[in-house]
């Protein structure tokens, strides 16, 4: 079993920046997937970025390449998504993932998922 907690959400008005945490417990990552999704009201969840634990290795929605970051801390056990010049399109609920299997491209069957991070921005 792994656990997800997601924080770091707010409110920012476009163009600002938030920096989303994921700590994650239970067992060794090594060998996962780290995902971050969203989903936006009356829409579908949306796969946003993941990263290899073990390779290190990024991938990125096309939609938040160059303005989001997917980092990790393998000594806290924690996956970080750095959002720049946010949108009100990037408006949602950001979810994070655990999926056993070390490449980062979805789709993330079979995954752990975290409650959420409520994330507004303002126009």
């Known amino acids: 079993q792994v656990q997800l907690v997601e924080s770091g959400g707010g409110l920012v008005q476009a163009g600002g920046s938030l920096r989303l945490s994921c700590a994650a417990s239970?067992?060794?990552?090594?060998?996962?997937?780290m995902g971050w999704f969203r989903q936006a009201p009356g829409k579908e969840r949306e796969f946003v970025a993941a990263?290899?634990?073990?390779?290190?290795?990024?991938y990125y929605a096309d939609s938040v390449k160059e303005r989001f970051t997917i980092s990790k801390d393998n000594a806290k056990n924690t996956v970080y998504l750095q959002m720049n010049s946010l949108k009100p399109d990037d408006t949602g609920v950001y979810y994070c993932?655990?999926?056993?299997?070390?490449?980062?491209?979805?789709?993330?069957?079979?995954?752990?998922w975290g409650q959420g991070t409520q994330v507004t921005v303002s126009s």
């Open positions: 993932a655990a999926r056993f299997g070390n490449s980062p491209v979805p789709p993330y069957e079979n995954a752990y």
């Open positions: 990263i290899s634990w073990t390779f290190g290795r990024r």
């Open positions: 239970g067992r060794t990552l090594s060998g996962y997937a």
